[in-house]
């Protein structure tokens, strides 16, 4: 009896130990199906840069710069990150999904994007198959968004990418912001984007007096509980893709606080370009206007620091200049050949040629940019890369010189 009694009891343990592992994997199954997944990209290389810069006499350049660094670059073809993405099907052809994307340098073990947590991206949103989406939170503006698969260099290698001489595609991230996509029809998408606070920096420049003193007021990106204090932003784009054609169309506009900026007009920036695959080359053109302003551009170099060394004044890249009257028109011709199964070729040529103002003072000067790479694929995941790139009249800033030559690992997971 005894026996039987503790034979009995020894099946309903081992009915509720099933019950619990069958309830366990298939929670875990269900959160499969939902689509949670961890991801992320560790690149690092070595670098050489070797930036030049002569002075002028009560001009930009506040004396005469030769520098050259040999060392560790983090993030040259993709920036480092790690992050989690999924979504929840809801029914009815709704799902929810989200997004929270870390970015790093391996490097030192650092947080990137000034320290936040989720600097890339931090986003909820919602989708309708098949029709369109909604998001709320940090993200790139469409133009960076939108242009990504039209740059040979994907937004990446730092100098190289189409960033240093279109403002908008500098992957731009807005913070606050609720941004709407739509698919009217196959192959097109129509976006629409409002930033209530960027996040980003500000210098605010009546004229060019104030940049040469580095006196012009500044904010700091905050969010303040007054809105028209705030960096606030509008985002528009659309984008074809069908077969071998890409398009694109790109319109960002910056509104600062009236407190500081400067009586006139706010920033805006519009782009437009294309590319089409032939299978043996893809080629890239891509024409843009900044007016009355510039958004965040490329620094000099390529990973290989935090900050810029060139142009250290107040007209640095990595903020927005409110600059009433000054523009600038850019242009980019881009080639996109795989060598082998294994092997492609990435170059591109760009020019920003400043307008406006800016064509009276003898400081400011065409910015040309010569950029090529080749990437090897060691597997679906891994890849290694080499890379050459020279700024001539970096910033539009006359003078000022930047090389880069650099190698290096990426590896996806």
């Not at 960096?231 to 500081?260: E, H, I, N």
């Not at 089409?276 to 080629?283: G, N, P, S």
């Not at 927005?320 to 492609?344: H, K």
């Amino acid at each position: 009896m005894l026996r039987l009694r503790l034979l009995k009891n020894a099946q309903h343990y081992l009915i509720g130990a099933a019950v619990v592992c069958f309830g366990f994997f298939s929670s875990f199954a269900a959160a499969q199906q939902n689509g949670v997944t961890l991801y992320g990209i560790i690149d690092l290389g070595l670098e050489f840069d070797h930036v030049r810069q002569y002075a002028f006499s009560g001009g930009l350049p506040q004396g005469a710069l030769n520098q050259k660094f040999l060392g560790m670059s983090n993030g040259v073809q993709s920036g480092s990150r790690f992050g989690l993405r999924g979504n929840e099907d809801l029914g009815g052809g709704f799902a929810v999904n989200f997004v929270l994307e870390n970015g790093f340098n391996p490097a030192q073990g650092t947080l990137g994007q000034g320290g936040l947590l989720f600097g890339r991206q931090s986003t909820v949103g919602m989708t309708l198959r098949q029709t369109g989406s909604i998001d709320f939170g940090r993200q790139i503006n469409l133009a960076s968004n939108y242009f990504l698969s039209i740059d040979p260099f994907q937004e990446g290698f730092g100098q190289a990418n189409i960033g240093s001489s279109f403002g908008s595609t500098n992957t731009s991230r807005l913070g606050n912001m609720v941004l709407l996509q739509a698919m009217p029809v196959t192959g097109l998408t129509v976006g629409a984007g409002y930033s209530f606070a960027t996040g980003i920096s500000a210098i605010y420049a009546g004229d060019l007096v104030c940049i040469s003193t580095q006196s012009c007021p500044t904010s700091s990106g905050g969010y303040n509980f007054n809105s028209s204090q705030n960096m606030r932003a509008l985002t528009l784009g659309v984008q074809y893709k069908r077969g071998p054609l890409d398009l694109a169309a790109g319109f960002d506009r910056l509104y600062g606080d009236p407190s500081l900026q400067v009586s006139g007009p706010n920033p805006s920036i519009w782009v437009l370009g294309g590319a089409y695959d032939f299978k043996v080359v893809k080629l890239s053109l891509a024409l843009g206007q900044s007016l009355d302003g510039f958004g965040n551009g490329q620094t000099q170099g390529t990973g290989a620091t935090s900050s810029s060394v060139l142009t250290t004044t107040s007209w640095t890249p990595g903020a927005v200049l409110f600059l009433p009257g000054a523009r600038a028109t850019s242009y980019l011709f881009g080639v996109t050949a795989p060598l082998t199964s294994q092997v492609t070729l990435l170059a591109s040529w760009q020019m920003m040629q400043p307008q406006g103002i800016l064509t009276s003072d003898t400081q400011f000067k065409a910015q040309q940019i010569l950029s090529a790479a080749l990437t090897q694929q060691l597997s679906a995941r891994t890849n290694l890369y080499t890379y050459i790139s020279y700024g001539q009249n970096f910033g539009m800033i006359n003078t000022a010189e930047s090389f880069v030559f650099g190698v290096g690992m990426r590896h996806q997971f």
